[in-house]
């Protein structure tokens, strides 16, 4: 079974310029997720989507970042303009639902750097 | 913001020594994740205890959970070359978010 998919694994863009990313979750998972993971830190949460509904997007910074899951299977995340502070690994995850005991599986991240 | 908070930092180990880890964390929980993540890839998952456990074991980890004490260690025993990462605790709350610690950056020496 295909684990979670995400594109592009490296991305280096100029400040200001857009940026998307992508993502396929594992076949059936209703629940996906964005983390943004800093050097050295832990993976924080920007938006939960519990189908394609955009149930948890409180950290998202919703003046530069967006996000979209139609038909509630793959995801993109955008951000435009991106800054410097943007640099960082943007994770993307699945699960079955967003309820307690389910794993969360990962996806390999897609690596940003903004110049 | 995050939940959790791995203790220590950074840890050095022998090749065949054990490891351990701790996490604590700050509100109730439902139940708690271990990830381990190896560097430039994704996090993995590698064991989950719930609120009304104790102590759970798979292969070489073992992890405990007090939740008078909001805390949880992993153990990792006879350690290898290829346990080197970081690892993290993920703690899930009754608002189904899964939030993760600062996490544990493991080195073990041949």
């Known amino acids: 079974e295909a684990g979670v998919v995400q594109s592009p694994r490296y991305k280096i863009i100029e400040k200001k310029q857009p940026v998307a990313f992508w993502c396929n979750p594992i076949?059936?998972?209703?629940?996906l997720y964005w983390y943004l993971q800093n050097l050295g830190q832990g993976p924080e949460l920007l938006i939960r989507y519990e189908n394609e509904e955009a149930v948890d997007d409180s950290q998202l910074p919703k003046d530069r970042f967006s996000a979209e899951r139609l038909k509630g299977v793959d995801s993109t995340l955008k951000i435009q303009p991106a800054e410097l502070g943007d640099s960082a690994v943007y994770l993307c995850a699945s699960s079955l639902r967003g309820s307690s005991g389910n794993t969360i599986y990962f996806g390999e991240g897609s690596w940003l750097t903004v110049v | 913001s995050q939940q959790g908070e791995e203790d220590p930092q950074a840890l050095s180990i022998q090749e065949g020594e054990n490891a351990t880890m701790n996490c604590s964390y700050k509100t109730s929980i439902n139940n708690l994740q271990w990830y381990r993540q190896n560097s430039g890839r994704g996090l993995v998952h590698l064991i989950l205890i719930r609120s009304n456990e104790r102590e759970k074991h798979s292969g070489r980890l073992r992890v405990t959970l007090d939740t008078s004490k909001k805390s949880s260690s992993l153990l990792i025993t006879a350690s290898r070359a290829a346990d080197t990462a970081s690892y993290f605790c993920?703690?899930?709350?009754?608002?189904?978010?899964?939030?993760f610690g600062t996490g544990t950056r493991l080195k073990v020496l041949a």
């Open positions: 076949s059936g998972h209703n629940t």
């Open positions: 993920a703690t899930h709350s009754g608002t189904y978010k899964y939030i």
